[in-house]
């Protein structure tokens, strides 16, 4: 059994114990996100019972025209959480920016979903970024000088416990 163990990621070990030995014992949603709980995650969000997607989906065409007005040319997109981009198309679609850099910690479903927005967006660099980014990680070089905008759409706020979405947003 220790061999096993030894063979663990030390980050996964650390939130397992750490997790587990809180008062209100939770293992960070982060570890659920391999290529098979993205697709699952994807199936939740097409059930009936599950609004969330079809409502932001609405706010997002009926704001977008107003939002794509303030975005200056030659933006750089971040992001967070990009899984499958499901609604990045639309804001791709008004702004056009120069670069798209989804963030996502599932490296082959980044990578899909970013071959994915690519060919559907010819003139957009696309540049996936395999990070967990609740924690800090670097952009890539050519994005550093230009204006940014953070997009994080979706639910995923709510895999965090109460502090480290408020710690996040901050």
């Known amino acids: 059994m220790l061999e096993i163990a030894e ?3 030390p980050a996964f070990r650390e939130d397992v114990l750490a997790g587990l030995s809180a008062p209100i014992p939770a293992v960070p949603a982060r570890w659920l996100y391999d290529r ?8 939740i969000t097409r ?3 599950y609004y969330p997607t ?3 989906t609405a706010l997002l065409k009926d704001t977008l025209p107003q939002i794509a007005t303030r975005i200056p040319r030659g933006t ?4 967070f959480g990009a899984g499958s981009a499901t609604k990045t198309p639309l804001l791709l679609e008004a702004i056009r920016p120069a670069v798209y850099a989804p963030v996502d910690i599932s490296g082959d479903y980044l990578r899909d979903s970013a071959a994915e927005v690519a060919a559907s967006f010819p003139g957009v660099a696309v540049e996936p970024i ?3 980014f609740a924690r800090p990680f ?5 994005i550093a000088s230009l204006p940014k905008l953070g997009f994080f759409p979706g639910s995923t706020i709510g ?4 502090r480290t979405g408020t710690d996040l947003l901050r």
Do not use: C, W
């Not at 098979?36 to 199936?43: I, K, N």
């Open 7 to 9: 063979r663990v990621d």
């Open 36 to 43: 098979r709980g993205s697709e699952l995650f994807d199936d």
């Open 47 to 49: 059930l009936p019972s």
């Open 54 to 56: 079809r409502t932001e």
């Open 76 to 79: 750089a997109v971040v992001e």
């Open 130 to 132: 395999i990070a967990d």
């Open 138 to 142: 670097d952009l890539p070089p050519g």
């Open 159 to 162: 895999n965090f416990v109460p």
